[in-house]
């Protein structure tokens, strides 16, 4: 694969047969844009400078879905995936269909004899303060379901009004200078600032048989110079 996409094409889905965008060379002056599309392909290694940008084919309307054809190699991948897949025999439970149905959350002593699939684990919502010790008491604010607020949890305690002291934890990708102390409790937590969630690798991306195939970028954006060098 030449050059990742950014994240915002993977909500962009396929369509041979009526794209609207098409993926071209940027001209932006933030980059050192098309004059690098002029030198020897060694030149390019390891540089920054080329930016790629998806614009309009036709005039699109407004609500209508963006379209990008992700070119005939990828659609080849996809027969081919279609013909042989077969479901996965493993069962997946999937953490929203779960919370949807629950009223109240298992605490790890209730989770020993009756737990959770393996896939799910408990989250919390909490504006954690390093300044603020632990015990800490849980509190209403503005944001408070963002997501840079979700961390994960281990309920320790349920109340008989459904109020909840938990253990809050780390992200597994969190910076050390937002590191949760270890045992660190907040009490009087609401039972909506608390969802059952996939753990970390266990969406359905991440299942052994799902689809995978990089979206193709058109031969002709590329100099017939960088062609067949093989």
Same mark, same amino acid.
């Given at each position: 694969?030449?050059?990742?996409?950014?994240?915002?094409?993977?909500?962009?889905?396929?369509?041979?047969? /009526?794209?609207?965008? *098409?993926?071209?060379?940027?001209?932006? *002056?933030?980059?050192?844009? /098309?004059?690098?599309?002029?030198? !020897?392909?060694? #030149?390019?290694?390891?540089?920054?400078?080329?930016?790629?940008?998806?614009?309009?084919?036709?005039?699109?309307?407004?609500?209508?879905?963006?379209?990008?054809?992700?070119?005939?190699?990828?659609?080849?991948?996809?027969?081919? #995936?279609?013909?042989?897949?077969?479901?996965?025999?493993?069962?997946?439970?999937?953490? #929203?269909?779960?919370?949807?149905?629950?009223?109240?959350?298992?605490?790890?002593?209730?989770?020993?004899?009756?737990?959770?699939?393996?896939?799910? *684990?408990?989250?919390?919502?909490?504006?954690?303060? !390093?300044?603020?010790?632990?015990?800490?008491?849980?509190?209403?604010?503005?944001?408070?379901?963002?997501?840079?607020?979700?961390?994960?949890?281990?309920?320790?305690?349920?109340?008989?009004?459904?109020?909840?002291?938990?253990?809050?934890?780390?992200?597994?990708?969190?910076?050390?200078?937002?590191?949760?102390?270890?045992?660190?409790?907040?009490?009087?937590? !609401?039972?909506?600032?608390? *969802?059952?969630?996939?753990?970390?690798?266990?969406?359905?991306?991440?299942?052994?048989?799902?689809?995978? #195939?990089?979206?193709?970028?058109?031969?002709?954006?590329?100099?017939?110079?960088? /062609?067949?060098?093989?």
């Amino acid at each position: 694969l030449f050059f990742p996409y950014a994240t915002t094409v993977n909500l962009i889905n396929h369509s041979g047969k /009526k794209p609207n965008v *098409r993926v071209q060379w940027s001209d932006t *002056r933030l980059h050192y844009g /098309k004059s690098l599309l002029e030198k !020897p392909l060694e #030149h390019v290694y390891n540089r920054n400078g080329l930016l790629m940008e998806l614009v309009a084919i036709r005039d699109i309307e407004e609500g209508e879905e963006i379209l990008l054809d992700y070119g005939e190699d990828w659609v080849t991948a996809w027969k081919r #995936h279609v013909r042989w897949w077969v479901a996965d025999k493993s069962i997946h439970q999937y953490a #929203h269909n779960i919370h949807e149905e629950v009223k109240f959350i298992r605490t790890e002593a209730e989770q020993m004899s009756t737990p959770y699939p393996d896939n799910i *684990r408990t989250t919390c919502y909490f504006a954690f303060r !390093p300044n603020v010790p632990s015990p800490a008491q849980w509190n209403l604010e503005n944001g408070i379901n963002e997501f840079k607020n979700l961390y994960p949890c281990r309920v320790m305690q349920r109340s008989e009004d459904n109020l909840y002291t938990v253990e809050i934890l780390n992200k597994e990708t969190v910076g050390k200078k937002a590191s949760i102390p270890l045992g660190y409790v907040v009490t009087s937590v !609401p039972f909506q600032a608390i *969802r059952l969630d996939d753990k970390l690798r266990t969406s359905d991306q991440q299942l052994r048989n799902v689809f995978r #195939h990089e979206i193709g970028i058109p031969d002709d954006i590329f100099p017939q110079s960088w /062609k067949d060098l093989v």
